[in-house]
């Protein structure tokens, strides 16, 4: 059965500090992607990662896959309050039936 | 362009009263459909998915259903409320792994 573990689960920032979340999974998967939850709505996607060594970037973050270490990181660069959110990651689990196991999700808090 | 829609946005039901909840998708053809339910605002389960007309597998036994008459709608049903299927029910849908899931605005249910 697939794992999907993040941490930390909860985050306290500061305005302009840097934070890397992380997402490791048990077993083999090359495709992995991240979501952001705002309070009350619904999933919003923000990359999707197919390969080992993939990197997407966009604004502050960036999203990395390791597949041999089963290991994707979402770097959060100069951190500011509109990325106050949930951040939850996914892996797919194989099969033609694009099944997603989520993470429990990393609550984001930016302080000014 | 594609788009989801799920209705009601909010619902309030009595335990022992009967839900249906539905997923419409426009915009694409044959997508393959999911239903998951996110619990005290935290990780996704997924609930049920479809891979085409009438075709529905179940993840999690437990008192609700999922139809798929239609191509690109989705029904999620229970005869008999439990005040554990509180929830927030999102509605997804996906071609393959190379893209993301795209979620719905998902349906807050409250059973009392």
């Known amino acids: 059965e697939l794992k999907v573990e993040q941490n930390p689960l909860f985050l306290s920032m500061q305005e302009g500090k840097n934070y890397t979340i992380y997402c490791n999974y048990s077993?083999?998967?090359?495709?992995l992607y991240w979501y952001r939850q705002d309070p009350g709505k619904s999933l919003e996607s923000l990359f999707v990662l197919l390969s080992n060594g993939a990197v997407k970037q966009e604004g502050r973050l960036m999203a990395s896959l390791d597949t041999k270490a089963r290991l994707s990181t979402l770097h959060i660069t100069a951190a500011v309050h509109d990325l106050s959110a949930t951040y939850f990651c996914a892996v797919d689990s194989g099969g033609s039936n694009y099944k997603l196991t989520f993470g429990k999700g990393t609550l984001l808090t930016v302080n000014p | 362009s594609q788009t989801i829609h799920q209705w009601p946005a909010t619902l309030v039901q009595p335990v022992g009263s009967p839900l249906s909840l539905e997923c419409t998708v426009e915009g694409t053809s044959n997508p393959n459909l999911y239903w998951y339910r996110q619990a005290a605002g935290r990780g996704l389960q997924l609930l049920f998915y479809s891979v085409g007309i009438g075709q529905i597998s179940s993840e999690v036994p437990q008192n609700l259903s999922a139809s798929r008459p239609q191509d690109r709608q989705f029904i999620l049903s229970s005869k008999k409320l439990l005040l554990s299927d509180s929830g927030f029910y999102l509605c997804?849908?996906?071609?393959?792994?190379?893209?993301?899931?795209?979620f719905g605005p998902g349906t807050r249910l409250t059973v009392l």
């Open positions: 077993t083999t998967s090359d495709r």
């Open positions: 997804a849908w996906g071609r393959d792994n190379t893209d993301t899931q795209y």
